[in-house]
């Protein structure tokens, strides 16, 4: 299990004092303002506002002042680490902890791995290394792919 949780990416800069622009894999904004210390490419920083909106997300932190040291973190990651969020209720999961996960078939039977999760709107997908070696993306829903006992239990007909 990872120790950090990535909540956001800064895409580049926004205006000309030091403010970014986030690409956000948390829910809302909620969920980075929670936090008033990050990690800005593992380095901890304070993060000293957030706001804008969900689709277009801004935040400004300590130490960047200035329009090009904000375009210098651009494909920088926003981590907090994971005992400083709160716990999970049933169901919930950080995609962090699905990634690596084995793979079966109902029966038990090795499929693949699972080497990302992606959500481009409608829901998340798991993207599994076939055991073949070719990757297929396959909705996180119950009854086509499950977490049960560390192990993703799919139905193969999902798969491309």
Same mark, same amino acid.
């Given at each position: 299990?990872?120790?950090?949780?990535?909540?956001?990416?800064? +895409?580049?800069?926004?205006?000309?004092?030091?403010?970014? /622009?986030?690409?956000?894999?948390?829910?809302?904004?909620?969920?980075?303002?929670?936090?008033?210390?990050?990690?800005?490419?593992?380095? $901890? /920083?304070?993060?000293?506002?957030?706001? *804008?909106?969900?689709?277009?997300?801004?935040?400004?932190?300590? *130490?960047?002042?200035?329009? +090009?040291?904000?375009?210098?973190? /651009?494909?920088?990651?926003?981590?907090?680490?994971?005992?400083?969020?709160? $716990?999970?209720?049933?169901?919930?999961?950080?995609? +962090?902890?699905?990634?690596?996960? $084995?793979?079966?078939?109902?029966?038990?039977?090795?499929?693949?791995?699972?080497?990302?999760?992606?959500?481009?709107?409608?829901?998340?997908?798991?993207?599994?290394?076939?055991?073949?070696?070719?990757? +297929?993306?396959? $909705?996180?829903?119950?009854?086509?792919?499950?977490?049960?006992?560390? /192990?993703?239990?799919?139905?193969?007909?999902?798969?491309?």
């Amino acid at each position: 299990m990872t120790t950090r949780i990535t909540l956001a990416a800064i +895409s580049g800069a926004h205006g000309v004092r030091g403010e970014v /622009r986030l690409k956000l894999f948390a829910d809302d904004l909620k969920a980075l303002k929670a936090h008033d210390l990050v990690l800005v490419n593992g380095t $901890p /920083r304070r993060l000293l506002s957030a706001g *804008g909106t969900t689709k277009s997300p801004i935040a400004r932190l300590e *130490g960047i002042a200035d329009r +090009s040291a904000a375009e210098a973190l /651009r494909g920088t990651l926003i981590e907090v680490e994971r005992d400083a969020l709160p $716990p999970l209720e049933e169901g919930e999961y950080y995609h +962090s902890d699905l990634i690596g996960l $084995p793979c079966v078939d109902q029966d038990g039977g090795a499929i693949g791995t699972v080497s990302a999760v992606e959500n481009f709107g409608a829901g998340d997908l798991l993207e599994v290394e076939l055991s073949s070696g070719k990757k +297929s993306l396959i $909705p996180y829903k119950p009854g086509i792919a499950d977490l049960t006992d560390g /192990r993703i239990v799919l139905d193969p007909v999902f798969l491309a």
